[in-house]
């Protein structure tokens, strides 16, 4: 773990002074990232913006632990951010001629793309499961919430047998969904290349 941690825990807890150290370590460099690569001052703070609460998400959903100085990671993160919204916009590409700006590939990126595609993989998994009829989305959103199924049974009205069947059935269908999505079709193509 990285001493600068104590800035993670500082963003997980509103703490002013903390977050306040955050940008004033971080934005100079974000800043200038972002102006060497088609952006204004303007897109430079709303990237170390979006990047803190990402950062923020991450540190609270998944306990995460820093390995690398905060610079490194924002600058990272915000990079990711800069970079997508490049091509989102079709704007053109990056110029940056300062390599070392783009160079902090440690554990704490590793750590940010695998929550990427865990925030990507749940908003599909729920488009998809918003797909499925509405009794299967019912099944699926009740058992998700609650372990009790004899319970679920009886406040949709259905028997337990009738309600496990139907759960099997809702499951399959929301996993044929997924495995046929394109997302999980390039991720699957990735492990096993």
């Known amino acids: 773990m990285h001493p600068d941690q104590q800035l993670i825990v500082s963003l997980l807890a509103n703490n002013h002074v903390g977050i306040q150290q955050i940008y004033d370590r971080c934005a100079p460099k974000v800043l200038r990232m972002i102006q060497q690569n088609s952006g204004s001052e303007d897109d430079g703070y709303d990237m170390i913006q979006e990047s803190l ?6 540190a609270r959903d998944r306990n995460f632990q820093l390995t690398t100085s905060i610079e490194s990671f924002v600058l990272m993160v915000a990079k990711r951010k800069w970079l997508n919204h490049l ?3 079709k704007q053109l590409e990056v110029t940056n001629s300062e390599e070392s700006l783009f160079n ?14 865990k925030v990507e993989q749940e908003r599909i ?5 918003d797909s499925l ?7 699926i959103k009740r058992c998700m919430l609650s372990k009790n199924q004899e319970k679920i049974a009886e406040a949709l009205g259905l028997s ?14 929301l996993s044929e969904r997924m495995r046929s999505h394109p997302f999980f079709k390039l991720i699957n193509h990735e492990n096993k290349g």
């Open 104 to 117: 902090s590939e440690d554990e704490s990126e590793a750590l940010y793309t695998e929550h990427l595609v």
């Open 125 to 129: 998994l729920m488009e998809q499961l």
């Open 53 to 58: 609460v990402d950062i923020y998400h991450m």
């Open 160 to 173: 337990y047998a009738y309600l496990r069947k139907k759960k099997s059935e809702c499951m399959a269908k």
């Open 133 to 139: 009829g509405e009794r299967c989305q019912e099944i």
């Open 87 to 89: 091509k989102k916009s």
